[in-house]
Every structure is written in C-alpha cells, then in structure tokens.
C-alpha cells in the first residue's frame, strides 16, 4: 500500500495485556522528520519503533 509520502507496513501479532500497556503508554517523541516509540516492557525487555 502507497501512502502519499512513502510506503505503509502493518504488522499483525498478538502480545499479553501487560505489553499492551507498557506499548500504549510508551512516550512518543517526533523531531523533525523522524518518529519514534519507546516502551520498557513487563519482563524487562525493550521495544523500539522509529521512523523516518
């Protein structure tokens, strides 16, 4: 799928409800052209998401 500036990607996936939080609730930073979540999960883990 063509989005008008680039591609889109969706990602279909099942998590518990714990990373469900820590991922909804992660700060979203954006500067200038780049876009990017940042969550600590429940077991430790880190889960990162950028975009530019």
Request: charged fraction near 20%.
């Amino acid at each position: 799928m063509s989005g008008k500036s680039g591609d889109i990607t969706i990602i279909y996936g099942g998590i518990d409800k714990a990373a469900k939080d820590a991922l909804q609730n992660a700060p979203l930073t954006m500067e200038s052209d780049k876009i990017s979540i940042h969550a600590n999960l429940p077991n430790g883990d880190t889960y990162n998401i950028q975009a530019n």
